[in-house]
T-cell receptor
Framework: AQTVTQSQPEMSVQEAETVTLSCTYD???????LFWYKQPPSRQMILVIR??????QNATENRFSVNFQKAAKSFSLKISDSQLGDTAMYFC????????FGAGTRLTVKP | GAVVSQHPSRVICKSGTSVKIECRSL??????MFWYRQFPKKSLMLMAT?????????EQGVEKDKFLINHASLTLSTLTVTSAHPEDSSFYIC????????????FGSGTQLSVL
């Protein structure tokens, strides 16, 4: 079974700075998809970014980008120019036939 | 974008009663729906996968007789917590997809269940 590991339970960053959230996963599959989701206090799950495993190019969405290292099974999220509204729980997720989540990282952006 | 409506958003019930949670895809037909459970400050744990017209597939450790899932149409899946007990108190989230999970999941807004 696939497992997703987020080793940083909590992180903080100053507003306008850059922060990187770590994620590793374990799978024997070659084709799969990886996601980062944001969960604010409302608890609504919000898609941040998505990566297809067969693509070598790292996905980018505005201030959010990933560093996808397939051989190392690593999928980190970089948030540039952090904003107060980025404060939330961030979940890394692995998807193939279903979607499974890591334990999450609580990110606090400080003014 | 696609909308998944989940109701109720919050429910309080007495121990021993059953509670039904509905998950509807409002503007698309969901071939597959997933049900997750989330404890406070914890991750989303997959409980079961339901495909329209067939029996749900439960994850190991999830009691299928306790958590009844019905996916009778392409727009509606229900989770019934039978004979609820305080340990069933949790945040339950549904999600839906069209086709494969390779695109993305559309999430409901969740249901906070509190069993007294």
């Amino acid at each position: 079974a696939q497992t997703v590991t987020q080793s940083q339970p909590e992180m903080s960053v100053q507003e306008a700075e850059t922060v990187t959230l770590s994620c590793t996963y374990d799978t024997s599959e070659n084709n799969y998809y990886l996601f980062w989701y944001k969960q604010p206090p409302s608890r609504q799950m919000i898609l941040v970014i998505r990566q297809e495993a067969y693509k070598q190019q790292n996905a980018t969405e505005n201030r959010f980008s990933v560093n996808f290292q397939k051989a190392a099974k690593s999928f980190s999220l970089k948030i540039s120019d952090s904003q107060l509204g980025d404060t939330a729980m961030y979940f890394c997720a692995f998807a193939r036939n279903d979607m499974r989540f890591g334990a999450g990282t609580r990110l606090t952006v400080k003014p | 974008g696609a909308v998944v409506s989940q109701h109720p958003s919050r429910v309080i019930c007495k121990s021993g009663t059953s509670v039904k949670i509905e998950c509807r895809s409002l503007d698309f037909q969901a071939t597959t729906m997933f049900w997750y459970r989330q404890f406070p400050k914890k991750s989303l744990m997959l409980m079961a996968t339901s495909n329209e017209g067939s029996k749900a597939t439960y994850e190991q450790g999830v009691e299928k007789d306790k958590f009844l899932i019905n996916h009778a149409s392409l727009t509606l899946s229900t989770l019934t917590v039978t004979s609820a007990h305080p340990e069933d108190s949790s945040f339950y989230i549904c999600s839906a997809i069209v086709g494969t999970v390779s695109e993305k999941l559309f999430f409901g807004s969740g249901t906070q269940l509190s069993v007294l």
